[in-house]
C-alpha cells in the first residue's frame, strides 16, 4: 500500500535480491526477475501527489511483471504512466517488443500481461492512478495494449518536460503542495490520454469533476459565476445545476463550500500574523473580511481567528513512512 510521503528510497545491493522481490511484489505490486550473473544497485523512491503516486527509479538488470488476476497484489484497478529519463526499456506484451529510450512515454495497463526488462541501467519516472479516477474525468479507464503518445509533438514533449519537473521536487514539497502539484499532474495525465484517442464522451460525472476543477482553480475570482463555471464545461447553466443536483448540493452551495475549504486549509498552514483575514478573505472569493468571518463561522463553529489558533496549538504531524507503487 502506498502511504502519502515525500521521503523514503529503497535501494538493493548486489547482495539484496530476495528483499527486492519481496518488496517489489507486496509494495509495488509486481514480480521482479533477476540475473544472478549480473548483480546491479538498483533504486526506487516513491511519494504520493494526492491522487497520484510518482515513482523515480532506476533500474539495471532487472525484469518487471504484474501478478495475474486474483493474486492479492493483482493492480488491476490502476493504470501506469511512465517516462523513460535515461537509458532504455523494453517492454513485451501480446508476443511484440518495443523499446522506449529517453524521452519517451508510455502508457500501460497491469490488468494485461506485460514484461518490463531492463538489460542496462535506466531511470524512468512512474505516474500510478486508480481507473475510477480516469473514469470521473471522462477518460478510458482500460486499454487493450501499450498506448504511446506522439512525442515529436510540441505538446507532449512540454507535457514530459513538466511532469520530469515535479519529479525532481522529491524533497521539499508539503503536503498541501504536492497535493495541488498532483492536481497539475492530473491534467497532464488528460492530455496524454486524449492526445492517444483514448478520450471517453463525457459522462454526467466528468462533467460535474471538470465543473469542480474549474471552481477550485478560480476560488479567488470575484465574478465566478454559474454563467462562467458553465461555460468552462461547454454546458448551459440550467443543464450544469441538474448535474450537481443528485450529489446533494447546488452549484453555488458547492462554490461557497470549496472557498470555506480553502480558507481552512490557509488559516491552518500560516501561524498568526503571517496572512492577515482580508488577505485570506479575498484569495478565497469573499468580498469583505466580516463577510468571510460570518460563512466560516456558520460552517466550522468557530471564527476564523479562533480556528487559527486552535490547530496552532495542535502538536505537528509528520508524514509518516511510506509503502510504494511502482
Known amino acids: 500500500m502506498f502511504i502519502d510521503s515525500h521521503e523514503i528510497t529503497f535501494s538493493a545491493a548486489a ?40 515513482v523515480r527509479a532506476d533500474l539495471a538488470v532487472r525484469e518487471l511483471m504484474p501478478p495475474a488476476k486474483g493474486h492479492p497484489a493483482w493492480q488491476g ?20 517488443t518495443r523499446r522506449f529510450r529517453a524521452g519517451s512515454i508510455f502508457v500501460l495497463d497491469p490488468a494485461r ?5 531492463f538489460p542496462a541501467r535506466a531511470q524512468m519516472i512512474v505516474l500510478r492512478i486508480r481507473k475510477a479516477t480516469l473514469r470521473e474525468r471522462g477518460l478510458s479507464q482500460a486499454v487493450d495494449g501499450l498506448v504511446v503518445p506522439d512525442m515529436g509533438a510540441a505538446d507532449m514533449r512540454a507535457t514530459g518536460d513538466l511532469i520530469h519537473c515535479i519529479a525532481r521536487q522529491f524533497d521539499a514539497p508539503s503536503r498541501s503542495i504536492r ?8 491534467e497532464l495525465i488528460d492530455a496524454i490520454l486524449a492526445s492517444t484517442g483514448t478520450a471517453a464522451r463525457r459522462s ?17 475570482d470575484h465574478d465566478l459565476d454559474a454563467s462562467a463555471i458553465a461555460a468552462s464545461v ?19 452551495r458547492y462554490v461557497w463550500q470549496a472557498r470555506l475549504e480553502h480558507a481552512a486549509r490557509l488559516l491552518h498552514a500560516s501561524g498568526p500574523g503571517r496572512i492577515s483575514m482580508q488577505e485570506i ?31 496552532a496549538a495542535e502538536p505537528a504531524t509528520p508524514d509518516g513512512p511510506a509503502g510504494m507503487a511502482f
Open 15 to 54: 547482495n539484496s535480491d530476495p528483499n527486492w522481490q519481496d518488496i517489489m511484489l507486496t509494495g509495488h505490486g509486481m514480480h521482479c526477475r533477476f540475473d544472478p550473473q549480473r548483480p546491479a544497485h538498483s533504486t526506487v523512491r516513491g511519494w504520493s501527489l494526492g491522487s497520484v503516486e510518482m
Open 77 to 96: 484497478e490502476w493504470m501506469y504512466i511512465k517516462l523513460v529519463t535515461a537509458g532504455y526499456v523494453d517492454v513485451e506484451q501480446f508476443g511484440q
Open 113 to 117: 500481461p506485460f514484461v518490463e526488462s
Open 179 to 186: 497535493e495541488r502539484m498532483g492536481e497539475q499532474v492530473l
Open 204 to 220: 454526467a460525472q466528468a462533467l460535474v469533476s471538470a465543473a469542480k476543477r474549474y471552481i477550485r482553480g478560480h476560488l479567488g
Open 234 to 252: 461547454n454546458v448551459s447553466v440550467k443543464h450544469l445545476h441538474r448535474l450537481f443536483q443528485p450529489h446533494g448540493t447546488s452549484l453555488m
Open 281 to 311: 478573505a479575498w484569495q478565497c472569493g469573499f468580498s469583505t473580511a466580516a463577510h468571510f468571518s460570518r460563512a466560516f463561522r456558520s460552517r466550522y463553529g468557530l471564527s476564523p481567528a479562533a480556528f487559527r489558533a486552535a490547530r
